[in-house]
Structure formats: C-alpha cells, structure tokens
C-alpha cells in the first residue's frame, strides 16, 4: 500500500480478568465475548439480548489482535482509548472472519463513535486488502488526545480473527496500534 509500512500488531494474553479494576493503563484494551451466537453479521451481535451489559467472559490485551480460530459461534466488543504520538492524519485497517466495524470518536466519548472501516464478509489474519471498507479515509487526530476506539466482530464458523492496524501521523510510517491505546473501564 503506496509508501505506507503496513505493520500488524502482536499479540500477548494478560489472562482473564472478572473485573477491569487494575488493568487500567497504557496498553492494555478489554477484549468482550459473547457466546453461543449465531449468524454472520455484526448485527447478530448487538441485537443479542445480552449485548451490551452482560458478556459471557473478558480478557485484557496489549494489542488490537485478538484470538486466532478459537472460537465458533461467537461476537466480539474491542475498546479503549487511543493517544496519537503527534498530530496529522491516520489511516486505520481492520481484518477479521467473520464481519466486523471499526468505530473512532472525536474524543473520548463512545457516544460520539462513528463507523470508519469494516469487512463485509471475512478476511484472513491480517489480510487488510481484501475489500475497499477496510481501510478508512484519513482522520485528523491532534497529539496526547484522548480518542475512544472500539471494534465489533461476529465468527459463525471455521477460522476466526479480529485485527486492527494503522498508519500516517508524523511521516508515513506506522505507528504499532498496541502502544498507543488505553483501557476504558468496564461499565
């Protein structure tokens, strides 16, 4: 993708947690599950009556990777807090099987999130070109500001992946998404 490094993130488990007291802080972002779902669509997600308040199990990362084909059945919620390292315009990707969306506020509120990218199908890990929603436009984000950023997945069957990356700011190189994003706590 012209001129742009396109880097994934790596993945490291932090365990299952029952609550998000203590795991607050620079990168850690909360991964939510939510079991026994049918369907493909991210909508099978959130029309589930237990979507959003009562998820089937949670685990802190320390990036925007998430399992890899170990699971069926099941949907996901991926969010925190982003930090730009400087001011300029990024570019976000996301890859997963089966669909999923990518949601970016202006600022800190998840009120204010709106969709930016999203595979309308499935993807490989890490397959970022396989459908133009993909990739987003370009959004400006102003240094050490705090952006909320979520990622909603649905697997029905087979292999399943969820993964986020991003470029631009100072340059065009990437900057890892996993250092710059912060836990929200759990409501």
Known sequence: MKNIILAAVSVLVLG?????????????ILF???????????SDLTGSERYPDNPDDSE?????????????????????????????????????????????????D???????????????????????????APQALQAGKKYYIEALMKEQGGGDNLSVAWGGGRGSVLVPLSSMVRTCHRR
């Open 16 to 28: 299952l947690v029952g609550s998000a007291i203590g795991q607050v802080g620079k990168g850690n």
């Open 32 to 42: 939510e599950y939510w079991f026994n779902l049918g369907g493909t669509n991210v």
């Open 60 to 108: 802190w990362r320390t990036s925007f990777d998430g399992p890899l084909d170990k699971w069926d059945y099941y949907g996901t919620r991926v969010r925190g807090h982003l930090y730009p390292p400087g001011n300029g315009d990024y570019t976000f990707w996301i890859a997963s099987d089966d669909a999923s969306q990518l949601w970016l506020s202006s600022d800190d």
């Open 110 to 136: 998840p009120a204010d999130a709106v969709q930016i990218a999203s595979v309308p199908g499935w993807s490989s890990h890490l397959e970022w070109g396989k459908y133009p929603e993909q990739r987003s």
